[in-house]
């Protein structure tokens, strides 16, 4: 039998999406976890605000689509892309009500508070059942959820807490109401699949989008999206085990997708800008000087394939596109209504360590600053590509959020315990790759603050120390090693970050060298991070988490 999709269809109109309150991170429960999903009682207040429940309204059909979701952040919520109307996956069993703009999420309250939101933006995985929506206005105060940061496989024979705001019973005339229960784990490549207990507990309808959360390193980590469920008893009408997909697999993709990032014009070192931050459809780009506000902050959310949508965070939804999906030379650069087509995507090609071109993947031409222009308020079109810097940009991360893992990218065979990541193991000295792995630990957070007087370029600030990432002995030379230092915004603590499809290089202002994990530490661990030129083999490749 195949798989059956989660969500639940209803015919009523409605669309709130409720959130718990306080929204704090809470403690890991102590009583009792056996509560079941099937004829369940809600659970301790404290598990609420990791848990989202909404229902979007498909007016053309007459009906809702009843769902769950995650908490991530302070204004995002991560969920199935399923519930969105599309899926990825299993391309047979598509939503019947299509998920065209968030104003299907409109009315956004949080569960005993009161506050009311409005889902302003959708931004869907481009080959795995889970999406993200981002909320108006912030649902907490400083909310982060860890995603767990070990291989799926570790995850076998595991139990988990799992929510969902799902039915309670198997008769589908069960209003949702969140509940929880403890179910075992097996795993299969990225899929994991939670077993019915002994109790008979179970996901059900509803429950598309819940989460599943284990304690790695006395933290709560969320292991996966629920997505489908296996066959059902012919006599209880349980289902058999329910498929989440894992973290392991959408980790990389969720820290890019939220982090935006200025798109700064190598030639004149001015942003591109949504004039006035206009949210309408037809508005023409421009070129403007440097500043922190959101109409100069993009998105560059991954669609496969090397290709991104480039979202300005400023415009909800909108997406940089040739205007008129035109194949002609100095066709305009315009925001429009995301739509996923071809004219709407653009390809990264690395010029140098730091800069970029952005081809357009209807026409093949390239982002350019109409005639090489250095004034401000200079428009944006599609030429064919030279080389010039007018056509060159540089990707300056604004990470949001706040502090990041930073993950390597490069994969190291069978001695693979998972990602690692950077860490300050002491008060100072030498920064090394995680030997516990990514455990969201202060030890091995980071966060990006601008480096006074040199635009584009970063202090990387440890967490735990406040220290910044530095090269030792502001050296130029190849393999020097990287620590933490008391910070001084000296051009050996000045990095800047270019984007290599899903991943990242940081590269030293002082020296044009690459951070660089040594091969020898994958296997041996303890040696310092390095400084090394860029392409040593993915080991300069990172990922933000």
């Given at each position: 039998m195949s798989n059956q999709r989660i969500d639940r269809t209803l015919a009523i109109m409605v669309a709130t999406l409720a959130l718990g309150a306080g929204c704090v991170d809470p403690a890991e429960p102590t009583g009792e976890l056996a509560q079941s999903i099937i004829s369940g009682n809600t659970p301790p207040g404290f598990m609420f605000p990791v848990s989202a429940h909404y229902v979007q309204s498909c007016t053309s059909l007459g009906l809702t689509v009843d769902c769950s979701g995650t908490l991530l952040s302070d204004n995002w919520v991560l969920t199935a892309q399923h519930c969105l109307g599309s899926d990825p996956v299993h391309s047979t069993s598509s939503h019947p009500c299509p998920f065209t703009h968030?104003?299907?999420?409109?009315?956004?309250?949080?569960?005993?508070?009161?506050?009311?939101?409005?889902?302003?933006?959708?931004?869907?995985?481009?080959?795995?059942?889970?999406?993200?929506?981002?909320?108006?206005?912030?649902?907490?105060?400083?909310?982060?959820?860890?995603?767990?940061?070990?291989?799926?496989?570790?995850?076998?024979?595991?139990?988990?807490?799992?929510?969902?705001?799902?039915?309670?019973?198997?008769?589908?005339?069960?209003?949702?109401?969140?509940?929880?229960?403890?179910?075992?784990?097996?795993?299969?490549?990225?899929?994991?699949?939670?077993?019915?207990?002994?109790?008979?507990?179970?996901?059900?309808?509803?429950?598309?989008?819940?989460?599943?959360?284990?304690?790695?390193?006395?933290?709560?980590?969320?292991?996966?999206?629920?997505?489908?469920?296996?066959?059902?008893?012919?006599?209880?009408?349980?289902?058999?085990?329910?498929?989440?997909?894992?973290?392991?697999?959408?980790?990389?993709?969720?820290?890019?997708?939220?982090?935006?990032?200025?798109?700064?014009?190598?030639?004149?070192?001015?942003?591109?800008?949504?004039?006035?931050?206009s949210t309408a459809d037809g508005v023409a780009i421009q070129q403007f000087p440097c500043h922190e506000d959101t109409n100069q902050q993009m998105r560059l959310v991954s669609r496969g394939g090397g290709w991104y949508e480039v979202r300005p965070v400023s415009s909800n939804g909108k997406c940089l596109e040739v205007a008129g999906a035109s194949l002609a030379s100095h066709a305009l650069v315009q925001q429009f209504t995301c739509t996923g087509g071809n004219h709407q995507l653009w390809a990264l090609r690395a010029v140098n360590n730091t800069a970029f071109?952005?081809?357009?993947?209807?026409?093949?031409?390239?982002?350019?600053?109409?005639?090489?222009?250095?004034?401000?308020?200079?428009?944006?079109?599609?030429?064919?590509?030279?080389?010039?810097?007018?056509?060159?940009f540089q990707l300056d991360v604004r990470a949001e959020g706040g502090d990041y893992m930073l993950a390597t990218s490069w994969s190291w065979g069978s001695t693979n315990s998972g990602p690692r990541c950077v860490d300050q193991q002491s008060s100072g000295g030498p920064v090394q790759l995680s030997p516990g792995g990514c455990t969201g630990n202060d030890n091995v957070l980071w966060h990006f603050a601008p480096a006074a007087g040199a635009p584009g370029f970063y202090n990387i600030v440890s967490r735990q120390s406040g220290m910044c990432l530095d090269v030792q002995g502001a050296t130029t030379a190849t393999g020097a090693a990287v620590q933490q230092f008391p910070c001084n915004n000296g051009s050996n603590q000045q990095w800047s970050v270019s984007r290599i499809n899903d991943a990242m290089r940081i590269v030293s202002r002082l020296s044009n060298l690459c951070l660089v994990a040594p091969w020898d530490l994958f296997h041996f661990g303890g040696q310092p991070l390095i400084q090394s030129g860029c392409g040593a083999g993915g080991s300069d490749l990172w990922s933000m988490q």
């Open positions: 968030p104003s299907s999420l409109s009315n956004v309250s949080i569960g005993f508070v009161g506050s009311s939101f409005s889902a302003v933006e959708a931004v869907v995985h481009p080959s795995l059942d889970v999406a993200l929506v981002r909320l108006s206005s912030p649902a907490s105060a400083g909310f982060e959820q860890l995603l767990n940061p070990r291989p799926t496989s570790t995850l076998n024979g595991v139990s988990a807490m799992c929510l969902g705001w799902g039915q309670t019973s198997t008769s589908v005339s069960t209003s949702p109401t969140l509940t929880m229960a403890l179910l075992p784990l097996n795993t299969s490549g990225f899929d994991i699949f939670t077993l019915t207990n002994a109790a008979g507990q179970q996901f059900d309808a509803g429950d598309s989008g819940a989460g599943c959360y284990v304690t790695t390193s006395g933290a709560r980590a969320m292991v996966g999206v629920a997505s489908d469920i296996g066959p059902r008893d012919p006599v209880t009408h349980i289902a058999s085990n329910t498929r989440l997909t894992s973290a392991e697999a959408f980790r990389a993709w969720v820290a890019n997708a939220r982090a935006p990032q200025r798109l700064v014009a190598q030639h004149s070192l001015q942003c591109l800008d949504v004039p006035s931050a071109e952005l081809i357009n993947g209807n026409s093949n031409l390239c982002m350019d600053i109409v005639g090489a222009s250095g004034a401000a308020h200079a428009g944006l079109q599609q030429y064919p590509c030279t080389g010039d810097l007018n056509q060159q």
